[in-house]
Protein backbone atom coordinates (compact mmCIF):
# COMPACT_ATOMS: atom_id res chain seq x y z
CA UNK A 1 0.00 0.00 0.00
CA UNK A 2 1.16 3.40 -0.69
CA UNK A 3 1.57 5.84 1.61
CA UNK A 4 -0.07 8.11 -0.45
CA UNK A 5 -2.93 7.16 -2.41
CA UNK A 6 -4.23 9.58 -5.13
CA UNK A 7 -7.20 8.30 -8.09
CA UNK A 8 -4.90 9.50 -11.37
CA UNK A 9 -8.28 9.54 -13.18
CA UNK A 10 -8.99 11.81 -15.36
CA UNK A 11 -11.91 13.77 -13.86
CA UNK A 12 -13.58 15.25 -16.57
CA UNK A 13 -16.15 18.46 -15.71
CA UNK A 14 -17.72 21.31 -16.95
CA UNK A 15 -16.68 24.98 -16.94
CA UNK A 16 -18.37 26.07 -13.92
CA UNK A 17 -18.56 23.10 -11.63
CA UNK A 18 -17.31 22.56 -8.03
CA UNK A 19 -14.43 20.22 -8.66
CA UNK A 20 -13.03 18.13 -5.96
CA UNK A 21 -9.66 16.46 -5.75
CA UNK A 22 -8.31 14.21 -2.88
CA UNK A 23 -5.90 12.11 -1.44
CA UNK A 24 -6.04 9.48 1.31
CA UNK A 25 -2.65 8.53 3.76
CA UNK A 26 -1.88 6.15 5.95
CA UNK A 27 1.10 7.59 7.92
CA UNK A 28 -0.87 9.86 10.93
CA UNK A 29 2.65 11.52 11.80
CA UNK A 30 1.76 14.05 8.59
CA UNK A 31 1.11 17.26 9.51
CA UNK A 32 1.88 19.55 6.34
CA UNK A 33 -0.21 19.05 3.52
CA UNK A 34 0.39 20.64 -0.14
CA UNK A 35 -1.67 20.74 -2.90
CA UNK A 36 0.56 21.38 -6.28
CA UNK A 37 -0.56 22.26 -10.14
CA UNK A 38 1.51 21.03 -12.78
CA UNK A 39 0.95 21.54 -16.31
CA UNK A 40 1.67 19.87 -19.34
CA UNK A 41 5.77 19.78 -19.77
CA UNK A 42 6.06 22.71 -16.60
CA UNK A 43 7.25 22.39 -13.40
CA UNK A 44 4.81 22.29 -10.35
CA UNK A 45 3.29 24.76 -8.85
CA UNK A 46 2.38 25.50 -4.91
CA UNK A 47 -1.01 26.09 -4.93
CA UNK A 48 -2.11 25.34 -1.01
CA UNK A 49 0.08 24.97 2.49
CA UNK A 50 -1.54 23.90 5.20
CA UNK A 51 -0.59 22.72 8.21
CA UNK A 52 -2.33 20.14 10.71
CA UNK A 53 -6.22 20.06 10.80
CA UNK A 54 -8.85 22.44 9.17
CA UNK A 55 -9.68 24.72 6.32
CA UNK A 56 -7.57 27.04 4.20
CA UNK A 57 -8.67 29.29 1.29
CA UNK A 58 -7.47 31.46 -1.29
CA UNK A 59 -9.25 32.53 -3.98
CA UNK A 60 -11.25 29.88 -5.88
CA UNK A 61 -9.65 27.07 -3.92
CA UNK A 62 -10.24 25.70 -0.82
CA UNK A 63 -8.04 22.90 1.05
CA UNK A 64 -9.47 20.85 3.64
CA UNK A 65 -7.69 18.59 5.87
CA UNK A 66 -9.25 15.96 7.92
CA UNK A 67 -6.30 14.08 9.87
CA UNK A 68 -8.72 11.54 11.85
CA UNK A 69 -9.94 10.66 8.36
CA UNK A 70 -6.17 10.70 6.76
CA UNK A 71 -8.35 12.58 4.24
CA UNK A 72 -7.30 15.88 2.23
CA UNK A 73 -9.49 17.66 -0.49
CA UNK A 74 -8.96 20.59 -2.86
CA UNK A 75 -11.98 22.53 -3.93
CA UNK A 76 -12.26 24.70 -6.50
CA UNK A 77 -15.15 26.61 -7.29
CA UNK A 78 -16.48 27.81 -11.07
CA UNK A 79 -13.59 26.22 -12.58
CA UNK A 80 -12.55 27.55 -15.95
CA UNK A 81 -11.01 26.01 -18.81
CA UNK A 82 -7.47 27.26 -17.81
CA UNK A 83 -7.42 25.18 -14.15
CA UNK A 84 -7.20 21.84 -16.91
CA UNK A 85 -3.86 20.20 -15.60
CA UNK A 86 -2.75 17.87 -13.45
CA UNK A 87 -3.03 18.43 -9.44
CA UNK A 88 -0.57 16.59 -7.45
CA UNK A 89 -0.77 16.26 -3.57
CA UNK A 90 2.02 15.79 -1.43
CA UNK A 91 2.46 15.74 2.44
CA UNK A 92 5.23 15.51 4.76
CA UNK A 93 5.75 14.92 8.85
CA UNK A 94 7.92 17.77 9.22
CA UNK A 95 8.48 21.08 7.16
CA UNK A 96 12.31 20.10 6.93
CA UNK A 97 11.69 16.82 5.72
CA UNK A 98 11.04 15.28 2.35
CA UNK A 99 7.47 15.73 0.28
CA UNK A 100 5.55 12.24 -0.01
CA UNK A 101 3.68 12.54 -3.17
CA UNK A 102 0.29 11.12 -4.50
CA UNK A 103 0.47 10.24 -8.07
CA UNK A 104 -1.57 13.05 -9.26
CA UNK A 105 -4.96 13.46 -10.88
CA UNK A 106 -5.57 14.71 -14.86
CA UNK A 107 -8.15 17.05 -14.55
CA UNK A 108 -10.00 18.11 -17.60
CA UNK A 109 -12.39 21.52 -17.64
CA UNK A 110 -14.44 21.34 -20.68
CA UNK A 111 -15.80 24.67 -22.46
CA UNK B 1 8.28 35.78 -4.49
CA UNK B 2 9.84 31.66 -3.91
CA UNK B 3 10.80 32.20 -7.84
CA UNK B 4 13.15 29.10 -8.93
CA UNK B 5 14.59 28.85 -12.44
CA UNK B 6 16.26 26.20 -14.58
CA UNK B 7 18.72 26.58 -17.23
CA UNK B 8 18.47 25.18 -20.05
CA UNK B 9 15.01 24.72 -20.62
CA UNK B 10 15.23 22.01 -23.44
CA UNK B 11 18.69 20.08 -24.16
CA UNK B 12 19.65 17.26 -27.15
CA UNK B 13 22.64 15.45 -26.98
CA UNK B 14 24.45 13.19 -28.66
CA UNK B 15 24.92 9.54 -26.87
CA UNK B 16 28.18 9.77 -24.19
CA UNK B 17 28.13 13.36 -23.66
CA UNK B 18 27.46 15.16 -19.93
CA UNK B 19 24.94 17.61 -19.46
CA UNK B 20 24.72 20.21 -17.29
CA UNK B 21 21.54 21.27 -15.58
CA UNK B 22 21.53 24.71 -13.19
CA UNK B 23 18.78 25.45 -10.72
CA UNK B 24 18.68 29.07 -8.60
CA UNK B 25 16.30 30.67 -6.23
CA UNK B 26 16.07 33.70 -7.83
CA UNK B 27 14.65 36.08 -4.63
CA UNK B 28 15.13 33.57 -1.64
CA UNK B 29 17.86 31.52 0.05
CA UNK B 30 17.38 27.61 -0.73
CA UNK B 31 19.04 25.77 2.19
CA UNK B 32 18.28 22.67 0.55
CA UNK B 33 17.86 21.69 -3.42
CA UNK B 34 16.19 18.58 -4.58
CA UNK B 35 16.22 16.84 -8.07
CA UNK B 36 13.37 15.30 -9.35
CA UNK B 37 12.50 13.35 -12.66
CA UNK B 38 9.66 12.40 -13.89
CA UNK B 39 8.66 10.01 -17.25
CA UNK B 40 5.39 11.11 -19.29
CA UNK B 41 2.10 10.83 -17.70
CA UNK B 42 3.86 9.73 -14.40
CA UNK B 43 4.37 11.61 -10.88
CA UNK B 44 7.50 12.67 -9.53
CA UNK B 45 10.37 10.49 -8.63
CA UNK B 46 12.91 12.47 -6.13
CA UNK B 47 16.58 11.84 -7.28
CA UNK B 48 18.34 13.20 -4.66
CA UNK B 49 18.02 16.08 -1.61
CA UNK B 50 20.98 18.55 -1.54
CA UNK B 51 21.97 21.39 1.22
CA UNK B 52 24.42 23.75 0.81
CA UNK B 53 27.95 22.70 1.48
CA UNK B 54 27.22 19.73 2.13
CA UNK B 55 27.33 16.25 -0.43
CA UNK B 56 23.91 15.36 -2.12
CA UNK B 57 21.90 12.79 -0.59
CA UNK B 58 20.56 10.00 -3.45
CA UNK B 59 17.74 7.83 -3.14
CA UNK B 60 17.87 4.10 -4.12
CA UNK B 61 18.60 3.05 -7.19
CA UNK B 62 20.20 6.47 -8.47
CA UNK B 63 23.32 6.15 -9.07
CA UNK B 64 25.60 8.97 -7.76
CA UNK B 65 28.55 8.73 -10.22
CA UNK B 66 26.35 9.19 -13.36
CA UNK B 67 24.13 12.23 -11.87
CA UNK B 68 26.64 14.62 -10.08
CA UNK B 69 24.70 17.22 -7.92
CA UNK B 70 26.72 19.78 -6.96
CA UNK B 71 24.94 22.27 -3.78
CA UNK B 72 28.00 25.24 -3.57
CA UNK B 73 25.94 28.12 -3.08
CA UNK B 74 22.53 28.94 -0.93
CA UNK B 75 21.07 30.09 -4.82
CA UNK B 76 22.26 28.01 -7.19
CA UNK B 77 22.52 23.93 -7.64
CA UNK B 78 23.58 21.80 -10.31
CA UNK B 79 23.01 18.16 -12.04
CA UNK B 80 25.72 17.12 -14.34
CA UNK B 81 24.26 14.11 -16.27
CA UNK B 82 27.51 11.99 -17.03
CA UNK B 83 27.76 9.86 -20.62
CA UNK B 84 24.03 10.19 -21.07
CA UNK B 85 22.62 7.56 -22.71
CA UNK B 86 19.11 7.52 -24.42
CA UNK B 87 17.33 5.95 -21.34
CA UNK B 88 18.43 9.13 -19.46
CA UNK B 89 15.93 10.91 -21.62
CA UNK B 90 13.51 12.68 -19.06
CA UNK B 91 12.20 15.61 -17.43
CA UNK B 92 14.22 17.03 -14.64
CA UNK B 93 12.86 19.26 -12.39
CA UNK B 94 14.46 21.14 -9.26
CA UNK B 95 12.89 22.34 -6.08
CA UNK B 96 14.24 24.73 -3.71
CA UNK B 97 13.24 25.53 -0.24
CA UNK B 98 14.10 28.03 2.49
CA UNK B 99 13.78 28.77 6.03
CA UNK B 100 11.05 31.14 6.96
CA UNK B 101 9.55 33.60 5.21
CA UNK B 102 6.93 31.61 3.64
CA UNK B 103 9.82 29.53 2.03
CA UNK B 104 9.96 26.54 4.31
CA UNK B 105 8.22 24.27 1.34
CA UNK B 106 9.14 23.17 -2.11
CA UNK B 107 9.07 25.79 -4.55
CA UNK B 108 9.76 24.50 -8.38
CA UNK B 109 11.86 25.39 -11.35
CA UNK B 110 10.06 25.04 -14.61
CA UNK B 111 11.91 21.59 -15.87
CA UNK B 112 14.57 20.68 -18.01
CA UNK B 113 13.42 18.15 -21.08
CA UNK B 114 16.63 15.87 -21.65
CA UNK B 115 16.51 14.27 -24.89
CA UNK B 116 19.81 12.33 -25.78
CA UNK B 117 19.86 10.64 -29.40
Known amino acids: QKEVEQDPGPLSVPEGAIVSLNCTYSNSAFQYFMWYRQYSRKGPELLMYTYSSGNKEDGRFTAQVDKSSKYISLFIRDSQPSDSATYLCAMSANSNYQLIWGAGTKLIIKP | GAVVSQHPSWVICKSGTSVKIECRSLDFQATTMFWYRQFPKQSLMLMATSNEGSKATYEQGVEKDKFLINHASLTLSTLTVTSAHPEDSSFYIC?????????????FGPGTRLTVL
Open chain 2, 95 to 107: SARGQGGGTDTQY
